[in-house]
């Protein structure tokens, strides 16, 4: 099976070659090509096409999410690997076509889990990530808000009081503690929900929490 072929993009030399020494360990994945400017990785992208783009956000010449627009289109899987762990950035790189996000101190862990599950066309949110998503997520609006969206309105009040809970980042099974139901009713009613909702994942899940006001951006 051939590998994966990889490009790095980032401005620090020690943590490129730190990523590469991780990704030397799994045959499955090679690096190709590395920069440290957006300019000289947009070169490299186009020049050498690899499977997979490892962006920082910081760069000195322009910034990874940048890069990730101008390659968006392209069949490139994007991981951003960066310091920034505010929701913003995170929703931005999503938003300017990345496929995964982790913060730097996670890639030892976590690089190889998420070059694989990107491989597989889906999203990969380490587990630091999460964790500043459920803090962002806990600025819930009142109950009595009123969410004028006719798609949430078709989810009936059992459906929307998870919805609220998933959009918590809490787990099936501690969704099922709190309602008094088993986890496998949890599971039944995120399928409508996700359904319902024309959502296919946990991002599309945030994205769509932000948009109608189940996610507080301003805290």
Known sequence: ???????????????????????QQDARFEVVGEAGDGTTGLEMIDRLVPDLVILD????????????????????????????????????????????????????????????????????????????????????????????????????????EILRYFAEGLKPREIAKNLYISPKTVDNHRSNIMHKLNLANTVELVRYAAKIGLVDMEK
């Open 57 to 160: 956000i910081t760069l000195p010449d322009m910034s990874g999410l940048q890069v990730a627009k101008k390659i968006k289109n392209k069949n490139h899987k994007i991981i951003i690997v960066s310091m920034h762990s505010k929701i913003e950035y995170i929703i931005e790189a999503f938003q300017a076509g990345a496929t995964g996000y982790m913060v730097k101190e996670s890639a030892r862990e976590n690089l190889i889990a998420g070059l694989q599950t990107v491989c597989r066309g889906e999203y990969f949110l380490d587990s630091a990530v999460i964790a500043v998503l459920v803090q962002k997520l806990r600025g819930m609006p009142p109950k009595e808000m009123t969410i004028e969206d006719p798609a949430y309105s078709t989810l009936t009040p059992r459906e929307q």
């Open 1 to 23: 099976m051939n590998s994966k072929k990889i490009v790095i993009i980032d401005d620090h030399p020690l943590l490129r070659e730190g990523l590469k020494s991780i990704i």
